[in-house]
């Protein structure tokens, strides 16, 4: 999370102190189900396969902590953990827990933590998690790193949060070392979706609501959905597309659009293109915009930098198209062409038109 | 007719008007221009340019907007280095009315909590001539991106927390209230909250102005507090800098390439056309089920 990060600080990670005895009890993995509107974000799901893997390897417990409404849908939420790994779920509910709002939902998380202390806490990355993270982490006094991109614990069981830094440009990994809990923001599509099964249940740990719906300064009056379902959901898309700077200006965009269109897929762009002003941030692909993991992804005329690769590692199958045969983007994509995007990409989509044209009118 | 008489009497000093608002900035490098050193894998500074944070530069049209609405006055505050003092001078010729910076050894180092209890500190420190009634930050920076510094500095201050504001609906200073937009997942909650609060502007909001000449005029001559972090109000300088920081830098390095090389398509000799259908061909031979996602109905 280093906001600047510092040098690897060898002398002090070094000298790395006994944890202070009030942290000595700080057990288990959690990880915060953010609910909104009823709907789980399923990166609660991601984080909940990868907080498995960091308990078992620390030989403690998984729990999910549910927050919302008395109603069917936080029940619904609270069974799922279950099936996602989760041994115990700590749950409050309270009708001023409905809409998510900054001033409970850190007074609940932070209790939950001083009554029953977790060694590491994670959240997603998301506008709630992020928003309700910094307030934890800053009322807890302890340390968050930001949009870990992986998660492992080291020898001395404490948990190491690797994330890009230096504007993308390096990868850092990141130790709370004498503090507790852990914490970590990780973002949608970071970490794979684990398979559920709906067989497993576990223990449920209920506790109250503390505050008064008077007390409580903000108030929601209104929740405007975007209703915009043909808004890009890149990070959820099968078949990823994008274009980058070797597209030389913002209309050789279209080249990567005809190409997604003809797969069924979905179209991005890399930082720069954003930067640029030749598409919207929501069609950025990398560290600070969409993490992706379809199975296809091409992308034409992309260099590579690492905060583009930590965005599109988890694709099953990786495709470059540069016309430098050195570009970082050949050292993490499966399949390579040197060649020009302007060319290519129009030839690419003309010959998938034409195979996949005669497959579906042969069926 | 005793208009005359008043003005001839002393003028009283003025009540400072309208609102008392402070942006929070950071002089980052322009990542654009960041160049790792291929053998040694150090990044390499020398030469690469400065600019305010761009997502600073919503925080402050959005506070400079308010403040031309409702009177008052805008402080610019940074830590960093003393050449972050460039980037305070340019909010000044953007329009922010004075410009503090702290700048400190003891600063060094610090991550997301030092340096929103840093901040924190100095935003108090300036409450004392007059309550705050806005503390403005970009969503997030563009070199450390963990948007977690003013929430730090939010909970620290006690201020209402407004995140991701797209859009201010309505300020009420006599109520002291506020009516925010602010984005969430799939929609954008409407909240009603009261100052002092914090709000973390969300990029594509507005538009930064153009400085004005007597605003760029005036930068360039207009004084920046230098504040050590004494002067800022620190009283305990182990929550400052590396010492304040419970998160450590372990390791940095740059990612390894892929065990296995990436498979190149043979291009010599072949035009466009066939090196698309080559390419196909290998994308099939990978991934057979491809084909049924591409030709699956959509919706």
């Given at each position: 999370m280093?906001?600047?990060p510092?040098?690897p600080?060898?002398s002090?990670?070094?000298?790395k102190?006994?944890?202070?005895?009030?942290?000595?009890?700080y057990?288990?993995?959690?990880?915060?189900i953010?609910v909104?509107r009823?709907?789980?974000?399923p990166?609660?799901?991601?984080?909940?396969?990868e907080?498995?893997?960091?308990?078992?390897?620390l030989?403690?417990q998984?729990?999910?902590?549910?927050?919302?409404?008395?109603?069917?849908?936080?029940?619904?939420?609270?069974?799922?953990?279950?099936?996602?790994?989760?041994?115990?779920?700590?749950?409050?509910?309270h009708?001023?827990?409905?809409?998510?709002r900054?001033?409970?939902?850190?007074?609940?998380l932070?209790?939950?933590v001083?009554?029953?202390?977790p060694e590491?806490?994670?959240?997603?990355a998301?506008?709630?998690g992020?928003?309700?993270a910094?307030?934890?982490?800053t009322?807890?006094?302890?340390?968050l790193?930001?949009?870990?991109?992986?998660?492992?614990?080291?020898?001395?069981?404490?948990?190491?949060?690797?994330?890009p830094?230096?504007?993308?440009?390096?990868?850092c990994?990141?130790?709370?070392?004498?503090?507790?809990p852990?914490?970590?923001?990780v973002?949608?599509r970071?970490?794979a979706?684990?398979t559920?099964?709906p067989?497993?249940?576990?223990?449920?740990?209920?506790d109250?609501?503390?505050?008064k719906e008077a007390?409580i300064?903000?108030?929601v009056?209104?929740?405007?959905s975007?209703?915009t379902s043909?808004?890009?959901?890149?990070?959820?898309a099968?078949i990823?597309?994008?274009?980058?700077m070797g597209?030389r200006?913002e209309?050789n965009l279209r080249?990567?659009?005809?190409?997604?269109?003809?797969?069924g897929?979905?179209w991005?762009?890399?930082?720069?293109v954003v930067?640029?002003?030749?598409?919207?941030?929501?069609?950025q692909?990398?560290?600070?915009g969409?993490t992706?993991?379809?199975?296809l992804y091409?992308?034409?005329?992309i260099s590579?930098?690492?905060?583009h690769r930590?965005?599109v590692?988890g694709?099953?199958?990786?495709v470059?198209i540069?016309?430098?045969p050195?570009?970082?983007?050949f050292?993490?994509?499966?399949?390579?062409?040197v060649?020009?995007?302007?060319?290519l990409?129009?030839?690419?989509?003309?010959?998938?038109?034409r195979?996949?044209?005669?497959?579906?009118?042969?069926? | 007719?005793d208009?005359?008489?008043?003005?001839?009497?002393e003028?009283?000093?003025p009540?400072?008007?309208?609102l008392?608002?402070v942006?929070c900035i950071?002089?980052?490098p322009?990542?654009?221009?960041?160049r790792?050193?291929?053998?040694t894998?150090?990044?390499?500074?020398q030469?690469?340019?400065?600019i305010?944070?761009?997502?600073?530069?919503?925080?402050?049209?959005?506070?400079?907007?308010?403040r031309?609405?409702?009177?008052?006055?805008?402080?610019?505050?940074?830590?960093?280095?003393?050449?972050?003092?460039?980037?305070l001078r340019r909010?000044?010729?953007?329009?922010a009315?004075?410009?503090v910076l702290i700048?400190?050894?003891r600063?060094?180092g610090?991550?997301?909590?030092?340096t929103?209890?840093?901040l924190?500190?100095?935003?108090?420190k300036?409450a004392?001539?007059?309550?705050?009634d806005?503390?403005?930050?970009?969503?997030?920076?563009?070199?450390g991106?963990?948007?977690q510094?003013?929430?730090?500095i939010?909970?620290?201050?006690g201020?209402?927390?407004?995140?991701?504001?797209?859009?201010?609906?309505?300020?009420?200073?006599?109520q002291?209230?506020i009516?925010?937009?602010?984005?969430?997942e799939?929609g954008v909650?409407?909240?009603?909250?009261?100052l002092?609060c914090?709000?973390?502007?969300?990029?594509d909001?507005?538009?930064?102005r153009?400085?004005?000449i007597?605003?760029?005029?005036?930068?360039a001559r207009?004084?920046?507090?230098?504040?050590?972090a004494?002067?800022a109000?620190?009283a305990d300088?182990?929550?400052?800098?590396?010492?304040?920081?419970?998160?450590?830098?372990k390791?940095?390095?740059?990612?390894?390439?892929?065990?296995?090389?990436?498979e190149?398509?043979?291009?010599?000799?072949?035009?466009?056309?066939?090196?698309?259908?080559?390419?196909?061909?290998?994308?099939?031979?990978r991934d057979p089920?491809?084909?049924?996602?591409?030709t699956?109905?959509?919706?």
């Open positions: 280093a906001e600047a510092k040098p600080a060898a002090r990670a070094g000298m102190k006994e944890l202070p005895e009030r942290f000595r009890d057990k288990d993995v959690w990880v915060f953010e909104e009823g709907r789980v974000h990166v609660s799901w991601e984080l909940m396969g907080g498995r893997k960091l308990a078992d390897k030989g403690c998984l729990a999910a902590v549910v927050i919302g409404p008395k109603a069917e849908t936080t029940k619904r939420a609270i069974k799922q953990t279950y099936h996602y790994g989760a041994d115990v779920c700590y749950i409050v509910e009708a001023a827990l409905t809409d998510y900054n001033e409970p939902y850190t007074q609940v932070t209790n939950l001083d009554t029953h202390k590491i806490l994670l959240l997603g998301t506008p709630l992020r928003d309700l910094g307030s934890v982490a009322t807890l006094q302890t340390g790193t930001a949009d870990a991109t992986e998660l492992a614990i080291d020898d001395d069981m404490c948990l190491g949060a690797t994330r830094t230096f504007g993308g440009t390096l990868l990994t990141i130790y709370s070392l004498n503090h507790r852990q914490m970590a923001t973002r949608p970071v970490m979706m684990p559920p099964d067989s497993l249940s576990g223990r449920m740990v209920w109250s609501f503390k505050m007390d300064i903000t108030k009056l209104e929740f405007v975007d209703n043909k808004d890009a959901n890149l990070a959820y099968d990823v597309v994008a274009g980058g597209l200006n209309g080249l990567v659009r005809n190409l997604a269109q003809v797969l897929g979905e991005g762009c890399s930082r720069p930067q640029k002003g030749w598409a919207t941030a929501d069609r692909i990398g560290q600070t969409n992706i993991r379809p199975r091409i992308a034409a005329g590579g930098a690492i905060q930590v965005g590692e694709a099953d199958l990786i470059a540069n016309t430098d050195n570009a970082r983007i050292d993490f994509a499966h399949l390579g062409v060649a020009d995007a302007l060319t990409l129009p030839a690419l989509t003309e010959a998938f038109a195979r996949l044209g005669a497959r579906a009118l042969a069926s | 007719m208009e005359p008489i008043i003005e001839a009497l003028p009283p000093k009540e400072p008007k309208g008392n608002i942006v950071k002089q980052v322009d990542s654009a221009q960041i790792v050193h291929p053998v894998n150090t990044i390499m500074r030469g690469v340019p400065t305010i944070n761009p997502y600073d530069l919503f925080a402050l049209e959005e506070a400079l907007r308010l031309d609405q409702y009177d008052g006055q805008v402080t610019v505050l940074s830590m960093g280095p003393p050449m972050a003092e460039d980037a909010a000044l010729g953007l329009g009315d004075r410009a700048t400190d050894r600063f060094a610090s991550d997301t909590l030092a929103s209890f840093a924190a500190t100095a935003l108090g300036i004392e001539e007059r309550p705050i806005i503390v403005f930050t970009g969503k997030q920076t563009i070199d991106d963990t948007a510094v003013g929430p730090g939010a909970r620290r201050m201020l209402n927390q407004l995140t991701y504001v797209s859009a201010i609906d309505s300020l009420d200073l006599g002291k209230a009516v925010v937009r602010r984005r969430s799939g909650q409407v909240l009603r909250s009261r002092p914090l709000i973390t502007m969300l990029e909001t507005n538009t930064i153009r400085g004005s007597q605003d760029l005029l005036r930068a207009a004084p920046v507090a230098i504040w050590s004494e002067d109000g620190v300088p182990m929550k400052c800098g590396l010492r304040g920081s419970p998160t450590v830098v390791r940095v390095f740059a990612p390894s390439p892929r065990a296995e090389k990436a190149m398509v043979t291009i010599e000799g072949k035009a466009p056309a066939q090196i698309g259908d080559a390419l196909i061909d290998l994308l099939f031979a089920k491809l084909e049924a996602v591409m699956a109905p959509r919706p």
